[in-house]
């Protein structure tokens, strides 16, 4: 005891000093770590509101969400803003029964595939889904320029919690140098143009016509051969199918088709339009439409064949 008391006597500057240090030291950093601290606090508050602010115009836009629901992947705000923006400027001119401003939105591909007049689209489409009612709107991209709008009546201004909702798949697209919309579930319209001819049968496959659940081709076949031809016998759907590049093949709505449309006598050029159960992916790249059950038939013998027209 005596030992320490003269030790610490003897060195008491020195241990004043160290202990000042280390007092010092844990001043220092007691206040580092409360800015730490703080700074955290309010990054996280930013974000917060941030989030809540991007929350808030997406509510009032209808918007679900700022990224796809069939990929996950994020949209560009600018893009989000400027389709969900048409979009919504069309529900709003429905609900306010301004039906010529919102037949003006309507791209004209969609116009001649579906409403060909203000009157088909009035009968049609406003009917259905609005009917003089004023609908609320949820904007999800579905993907690419496709989106999932779900209308719903307003239940404040009815009072009737039975609401009925309407659900359409209306795609952005960029016409003239103008957006404007396909709606009803119709993706658009791409020309392929491409010709086969195989054993005097010539086909040319002009165009297909893209809904969300489904494709239709039309195509032009021109019979040389002697006889008639008839492209199928509409008793089974697998016997007419597009075919993608892995394989997959994807048969027709044979129900829609007749013998009589799909018989072609000799000579005679014929354009017909075929609907494939084929839901819309921008990941399908279809390479052929094949027929696998065509008969031509000479005097009294029927020949059965293939065509594999390329698309």
Known sequence: MHKLRKFFYDNKSKIIKISSFVIFSIIILQIINNLVKNRKTNQSSSLINENKVSSISQKENGLVSNKSAVTGNEVQSN?????????NSFVNFCNNQELEKAYDLISEDCKKQIYSSIEIFEKAYYNDVFNGKEKKCTIENWFNDT?????????????????LEKEDYITVVLENETYKLNINSYIGMKNINKTTQYDDIVMEVLCKYTYKDYEQYKIRVTNNKEGTVKLDTVNSPNTIYIEDDKGVAYSYYNHELTNEMLTITEGQTKEITIKFYSLYSSNKNIKSIVFSNIITKIGRINFKSEFKANI
């Open 79 to 87: 893009k989000l803003e400027r389709e969900t923006d048409i979009i």
């Open 147 to 163: 989106y999932k709008v779900r209308m719903i009546e307003d239940i404040l201004s009815t009072g009737k919690n039975d609401e």
